[in-house]
Each structure stands twice: as structure tokens, then as C-alpha cells.
């Protein structure tokens, strides 16, 4: 019986967003979708560019800088940003909740923070 009482509320909060012109979770923060997209695309650019002029995976596994007191290589931030973008941004906006958005958004400004303190420090 929880079972019918816990769908039947979920059919029909679903049913009141639908008819008060809400989004269903698929459709809902396309803007988020698509820059995660695109950062997936940008990193795989720097990574191909990179190889391209001789900057390898070693040669960036190399590179490293002190962050908050931890050295870090370029080779890790960039996979650590492209791992937040396909992985984990995804899976917050596919199981939204209250938090989804300012959770991207402080992971977003830790990976800008790193990006930026490896540029500074170069």
C-alpha cells in the first residue's frame, strides 16, 4: 500500500509541474547540458592541440604547480575538470534536487580556481 500512496504522489506532483507548464527532469536545464557538453569537447581540444605541439600526457603529467598545499599536474586538473563536466554534472542534473545547481557551481569555481592558480604559477 506505501508503494501506491508514494507513485500516486509522484504521478501526480508530476501531472501539477506538466500542467503549470513545468519541465519534465530530461528537458529541464538544457543550458547546463550543453556547457557540460561543450567542456567535455573543449578539454579533448586541449588534450589533441597539446599532443599535437608535443605536450604529452608525460610531459603534462610533469607540470605541476602547488594548490592549497597539494601539487597537482596539469594532467590532473584537466582531467579532474573533464571528469566533473561528463560524469558527475550529468549525474546531478539527472537526480536533481535543491543542492544539484550550487554543487556544479562550487565545483565549477574549484576547477577555475585550479586552472587559474596553475596559470599564475607558470
Known sequence: MRAFIKYSRAFWKTLRLLMNGGKIPEEAH???RRWSERTVALVAT???TSDKHGITVDRRDTLTT???GREMSLQTILQAVAYHAKEEYVYLLRNFTDQSLTTIQATNMNDEYALSRFIENS
Do not use: E, G
Open 30 to 32: 538544457m543550458d547546463y
Open 66 to 68: 602547488r594548490i592549497d
Open 46 to 48: 586541449v588534450f589533441a
